[in-house]
T-cell receptor
Framework: EAQVTQNPRYLITVTGKKLTVTCSQN?????MSWYRQDPGLGLRQIYY???????DKGDVPEGYKVSRKEKRNFPLILESPSPNQTSLYFC????????????FGSGTRLTVV | QQQVKQSPQSLIVQKGGISIINCAYE??????FPWYQQFPGKGPALLIA?????SEKKEGRFTISFNKSAKQFSLHIMDSQPGDSATYFC???????????FGGGTRVLVKP
């Protein structure tokens, strides 16, 4: 089944404790992206990657890091999480230069206390 | 600054009624305008999309109307069903860079 898999689904952590949210896709998509979803703000792009070893900032990159060492994986790293990073996070992937159909993961609900 | 503005934030409609969600965009460099549907606990899923050179697109009970001069587009859900209860996001895509910009979302509740 074609899918984007995120882990974990739920995470509660304390301020300052480094964490990683994993994302993996099995569709051989070139493009991958991370979004955060907050009430009334929709989904805002954090970082994206056009291909392996090519990443760039989205609209709200502060406090986040990403890497793209393999085509299928695109982990999101919070080096020192803060309460304002409490949010619902989605990873998405798509073909580049083909259609506009992003495939989203099921989300990771992160709470930073 | 939100480049895609969506309204209303929430909507209640009776079964069989019409749900209408409106979006306006500011950047004329967008190439595609998709709508996504999101159920609780799930990620958004592509519902229907339109190119800016088309004024209307219909797929089943879902219709997008697009007004390029006004920089507005809307989603109409005809004969709304309880299973349509979800959050709907309009979006705009810049093909260069493949960036998708979302509206704030509309929570639709269809009452039986």
């Amino acid at each position: 089944e074609a899918q984007v898999t995120q882990n974990p689904r739920y995470l509660i952590t304390v301020t300052g404790k480094k964490l990683t949210v994993t994302c993996s896709q099995n569709m051989n998509h070139e493009y991958m992206s991370w979004y955060r979803q907050d009430p009334g703000l929709g989904l805002r792009q954090i970082y994206y990657s056009m291909n392996v070893e090519v990443t760039d900032k989205g609209d709200v990159p502060e406090g986040y890091k990403v890497s793209r060492k393999e085509k299928r994986n695109f982990p999101l790293i919070l080096e020192s999480p803060s309460p304002n990073q409490t949010s619902l996070y989605f990873c998405a992937s798509s073909y580049r230069d083909r259609d506009y159909g992003y495939t989203f993961g099921s989300g990771t609900r992160l709470t930073v206390v | 600054q939100q480049q895609v503005k969506q309204s209303p934030q929430s909507l209640i409609v009776q079964k069989g009624g019409i749900s209408i969600i409106n979006c306006a965009y500011e950047n004329t460099a967008f190439d595609y305008f998709p709508w996504y549907q999101q159920f609780p606990g799930k990620g958004p899923a592509l519902l229907i999309a339109i190119r800016p050179d088309v004024s209307e697109k219909k797929e089943g009970r879902f219709t997008i109307s697009f007004n390029k001069s006004a920089k507005q587009f809307s989603l109409h859900i005809m004969d709304s069903q309880p299973g349509d209860s979800a959050t709907y996001f309009c979006a705009a895509l810049k093909a260069a860079g493949n960036k998708l910009t979302f509206g704030g979302g509309t929570r639709v509740l269809v009452k039986p």
